[in-house]
């Protein structure tokens, strides 16, 4: 069997019509604490709450860039083609080079929800991961109550797999909560599987229905 030798990603940017997917840079630090300490973005992800300059300046100088030199995966920032706004991050993770699959989550901030910002950088990413990395699978795992996250899931032609049972914790509001009005709670997993077929028509379709036009360049 032939080896795969890489086993890092490249350094890359990423465009649509729409986006700019590329590495985190200083600039991004306030808009990046102020996503992150959203509430939609507390209860769903795993990140320090509340979430500090020195958080995101150590996300910034030394997690994102290490999750593409460790061969991890790689983090990265999504802004507006047009503003150069911070729309969200897209990020590859627990990636295994040998069978070429790696894990995919997105955030988006609050003011660019509804505008179809994650399924349109998520795509992108997947496109790019499927036919310039050669990949042959991309999971994404959805709480079970982010009916949201699910959405994106199913815009993307994910096929649901199965159910992980009582496999993350999230966060919920709480009067009596210990950390700022929030507690912990358990909550099922949703996992999707998405193959390079999956996507045949995908973005045609979307822009057809009148989401955004298709991307066309990385580099």
């Known amino acids: 069997m032939e080896l795969r030798m890489t086993t890092t990603f490249p350094s890359i940017s990423i465009s649509t019509d729409r986006l700019v997917m590329r590495p985190f840079e200083m600039a991004d630090i306030p808009a990046y604490i102020e996503m992150m300490n959203d509430e939609m973005v507390t209860a769903w992800t795993d990140g320090p709450h509340p979430y500090t300059q020195v958080d995101a300046e150590r996300w910034v100088r030394r997690i994102a860039p290490a999750e593409r030199t460790s061969g991890h995966g790689i983090a990265l920032a999504v802004t507006e083609f047009l503003t150069q706004r911070l729309v969200g991050s897209v990020r590859l993770l627990n990636t295994d080079w040998r069978t070429l699959a790696s894990e995919v989550r997105y955030i988006t901030a609050p003011w660019a929800r509804g505008e179809g910002y994650a399924t349109e950088g998520v795509l992108a990413v997947a496109e790019w991961l499927f036919r310039d990395q050669g990949f042959e699978r991309i999971e994404l795992r959805t709480p079970a109550d982010n009916t949201a996250a699910q959405q994106v899931a199913q815009k ?11 496999a993350r914790i999230a966060r919920t509001r709480t009067e009596n909560g210990t950390d700022g009005g929030w507690t912990d709670i ?18 045609e379709q979307l822009a057809d229905a009148g989401g955004y036009g298709t991307y066309n360049d990385w580099k």
């Open 156 to 166: 993307l032609g994910c096929i649901s797999e199965g159910v992980l049972r009582n």
């Open 186 to 203: 358990r909550t099922d997993l949703i996992v999707w599987g998405l193959l390079p077929e999956d996507l045949d028509g995908v973005a």
